[in-house]
């Protein structure tokens, strides 16, 4: 296991030189007792959360169980699907439901065995900037997050979702090496396309990359030629996904939830519902959410004052890590992959596409 590093080309590599891209990119001692731990923590997570592996579905699970215990016979009937799915993610719970049988457990088993490769994904992905003790806080207080737990073992594709965007930066950024012969190249390529293929929300991710990338290749680097064809082949696989599997399941887009949860289109409307969107992540992103689920998952208000103390201090932190961002090459995909998802949702829930909750 090695932690992605790039050698970037032209003008991006003299940007990204310092010593982020100087260390080892082998994992050292530190590192392995920080994956050790983040082990750990998700083990005693979901230790002391087994009873959810075997709850009676909740709410949407239901749809969801439903819709996957069809089978082949789902992909006939992608109208009707309550929510729009990934292939991917279906792919991986039918696979699931065929070695574990249909029941709450076999169902819910993919979510638990994804959150601790969560968790050392984000480990693996922020030693790109950070060293080993940061990043295992880093690691270590997203998969604690309220969010996290109220939502990632349930029969929901969110966990898949977060590890295949942390998978998809980190592809991205390992495609930035000019060592790569061509077809290596194609294929980290098409592994980014792929993210998208397991992870409905990852073409707002991925498309902003790609524009990068793009970018990048005009303004001159090795192989540019194939690494448009790269960018060909990626944005190919994400968007026939989206057409031929993810557009036939938009039945649901003019039910009650989905369009309470548009953006309008008058420009005064539509400032104020993204400001309450953007303002609705501090400080709930640490604190997690109340009640939600009813999975047990902590919340954690903070007494009168300190919550809008704390948003402050978050926002601040915010600022301050998007400025040191941008003045390294990898950071600027961090910003682009982050920053551009939040645009394009915004931009498909204007268009009536997609739910801006």
Request: glycine share 10%; with cysteine; charged share 10%.
């Amino acid at each position: 296991m090695s932690i992605p590093r790039t050698r970037l080309a032209g003008p991006a590599a003299r940007s990204a030189a310092g010593p982020a891209v100087r260390r080892p990119g082998r994992l050292g001692r530190g590192d392995l007792l920080a994956v050790a731990g983040l082990l750990v923590e998700a083990a005693l997570i979901e230790f002391f959360l087994r009873s959810l592996l075997t709850r009676p579905f909740y709410y949407d699970e239901a749809s969801r169980a439903y819709e996957i215990a069809r089978g082949g016979a789902f992909l006939s009937h992608l109208g009707t699907a309550a929510a729009p799915l990934s292939l991917g993610w279906v792919g991986i719970e039918n696979a699931a439901r065929l070695m574990l049988g249909d029941t709450e457990a076999a169902l819910r088993a993919p979510m638990f065995a994804v959150l601790p490769v969560l968790g050392m994904a984000t480990y693996i992905l922020s030693r790109r900037w950070l060293d080993p003790v940061v990043s295992f806080c880093v690691a270590a207080l997203l998969l604690v997050n309220g969010w996290i737990l109220n939502y990632a073992l349930q029969l929901k594709s969110y966990s898949y979702e977060a590890l295949f965007a942390v998978a998809a930066l980190a592809v991205y950024l390992l495609a930035q090496r000019t060592s790569w012969r061509r077809a290596e190249l194609l294929g980290l390529y098409a592994a980014l396309g792929l993210t998208c293929v397991f992870s409905l929300p990852n073409l707002l991710v991925v498309g902003p990359l790609l524009v990068l990338d793009l970018i990048r290749t005009v303004r001159g680097r090795d192989l540019g030629a194939w690494r448009i064809a790269g960018a060909a082949l990626a944005g190919g696989i994400a968007l026939v996904h989206y057409v031929a599997f993810v557009a036939p399941q938009a039945g649901v887009a003019g039910t009650g939830f989905f369009t309470a949860n548009y953006a309008p289109h008058g420009l005064g409307a539509f400032a104020r519902f993204a400001a309450t969107g953007f303002g609705s992540y501090v400080p709930s992103a640490v604190i997690g959410v109340a009640g939600g689920a009813a999975n047990s998952a902590p919340s954690y208000p903070p007494p009168g004052a300190a919550g809008y103390l704390l948003s402050a201090v978050l926002v601040v932190l915010l600022a301050a890590g998007v400025v040191a961002a941008v003045r390294d090459a990898a950071g600027r995909a961090l910003v682009t992959a982050v920053g551009g998802a939040l645009l394009l949702e915004l931009a498909a829930s204007a268009a009536r596409r997609w739910p801006a909750a």
